[in-house]
């Protein structure tokens, strides 16, 4: 089996440039690309590999990493990183890890073979390991230990949103709803947030904060109105906790927006066209979507690229669940 | 450039033996794949193809081409299909094609060029010229000139269901609302199915039966309930299409469903947790995926391998746009 060491060896250039032309890294110049091409081609480098030829061609194929595709928020953030990395020539390879770490490191792996340039995570998973400062990856939300690229939405500003929202609608007796990844991450500033800004205006809520996925939710907010009957507004984590909360109260006589009124965090709509009429912290999912591609790109181009964090803005969005006012 | 031809000679085996063991065709002895497999390496056929090694291994890869990922029925779908690949040690390419014909080709030629192994592909497009019945291709719902495996739900079944479930709640004046696509395909039978058996039963329906995509749906649901105010039972083409129903009549005051009650078509759940709630005929959306993943995997081992046609069971779902009886 020929080796890295082989090609270096036939090209005539050092071991570090043949690496460099392998990952695509700028600084090379044309004839010693070619060297070094021609030097992979006589020796059949990576012999029976079927990925062979992305060595020394880009696979124009990019990983997207999340936890399912069955859900409105990370379905349309798909569509929108499938619909700009298409407009550059790049393809979108779909990953559902639905929280299987094995699952995203053969992804992870499949970057370091050059079957793919790079990744796009949306992940809660044990894959810190793996994700180092060099990898092409740009993370959605969470934090990992090397200093690796992420996007996330305003989550202060977000919570703080919810909390001005509620109160300013003269109600005082407030909950937070939802739970959190033993994965380290931007949302959790939602609930810290929401709690301090609304503490501070002298209306400290109550809440169920419990580590994810919540189990026997229906139980939790049973026994939460039941110690606090007088909830009258309550901030939820996401915009499908909230549908499954405002579920819980119908069967249990209470009304939203008349008995409670509740906002949700993430601005997810059905489809392009068909709203879900929540009221909603919406997230520019269209922009994050885009900006991850973009700092990616720039990762893949170049490996020693720093770490870029981008917090984008959020909004409220006005729906069935609030009363206006 | 060495052609196929060129391989053959040195293999010493005929064009159609290279073309079979290229296409992973099945019924060629092992010595005979071998020969080839070391001809195409010697002459470095196709040279410059990237992808030059998915002429000799598979690559692995399905590309699933739908409308947009971006709309619940498509991502529960997308979701099982790259569940059951990835058991099988596959991966999946993303197409959001948005009827964009170009685009769907793209994913066709890719299969040409063995950069991905096969389709599954639920489409709107021009692209019939290009669907081979020797393609790896299996589509949902749509016909094609030529024999083109398919998998649809019971259409037939479903429009008759959706007919029978408000004429049984003793409901009489009946509307179809719904947009058809200009591309031969199964759906249709919904609208057929529904219009033929209530009019048997002394109820002939009225309906919005127009071409695809629906411009101004609003005015002609407010123009329709001009002409019949007494619609009483709606059944719509999809759930998506019955959720802008149910919006569209609460403007105009008509409660859902107490005024008019609305069945959908799909199944459709915000997640694999979070239902619609809405009253529907459900597709069994994950035996539909685990079914043409069945049948291209068929396809792909045997590119010969006969027209398959999968019709699979629907069933009533309720929900709150129709009332108990």
Redesign the interface.
């Known amino acids: 089996m020929p080796t890295m060491k082989d090609v270096a060896k036939l090209a005539q250039v050092s071991l570090g440039t043949v690496s460099r032309v392998i990952n695509h890294a700028s600084g090379v110049k044309a004839d010693t690309v070619l060297k070094v091409q021609e030097a992979i081609?006589k020796l059949?480098y990576v012999r029976?590999?079927?990925?062979?030829?992305?060595k020394?061609?880009s696979?124009r194929?990019i990983a997207?990493i999340l936890p399912?595709?069955?859900?409105?928020f990370?379905?349309?953030f798909?569509?929108f990183v499938?619909?700009k990395l298409?407009k550059l020539q790049y393809?979108?390879?779909?990953?559902?890890s639905e929280a299987d770490a094995d699952?995203e490191y053969e992804y992870i792996q499949m970057v370091m073979q050059n079957k793919v340039d790079g990744i796009i995570g949306i992940t809660y998973s044990a894959i810190d390991q793996y994700v180092s400062s060099k990898l092409p990856f740009v993370s959605i939300d969470r934090y990992f230990t090397e200093k690796v690229s992420y996007v996330t939405s305003d989550n202060v500003q977000g919570g703080r949103l919810a909390a001005q929202e509620l109160l300013n609608r003269g109600l005082h007796h407030l909950a937070f709803i939802g739970s959190y990844s033993e994965y380290k991450n931007d949302t959790t500033k939602r609930h810290d947030s929401f709690m301090n800004y609304a503490a501070e205006q002298g209306f400290p809520p109550v809440e169920i904060y419990v580590p994810g996925p919540i189990h026997h939710l229906e139980d939790l907010v049973y026994e939460l109105f039941n110690q606090h009957p007088d909830i009258d507004g309550i901030f939820c984590v996401n915009d499908?906790e909230l549908?499954?909360i405002v579920?819980i109260l119908r069967k249990q006589g209470v009304s939203v927006p008349d008995d409670v009124q509740i906002i949700g965090y993430d601005g997810v709509s059905?489809?392009?066209?068909?709203s879900m009429?929540v009221s909603t912290i919406a997230q520019p999912i269209h922009l994050m979507a885009n900006t991850a591609v973009d700092i990616l790109l720039r990762k893949i181009k170049d490996p020693d690229h720093a770490q870029e964090i981008s917090v984008l803005p959020v909004s409220f969005r006005s729906g069935y669940t609030t009363i206006n006012h």
Do not use: M
């Open positions: 081609q059949d029976n590999d079927y990925a062979r030829g992305f020394i061609n696979s194929t997207l399912t595709i069955w859900h409105p990370f379905s349309e798909a569509y499938e619909q298409y393809k979108v390879l779909l990953c559902n699952k499908t549908l499954e579920n059905v489809t392009n066209e068909v009429y």
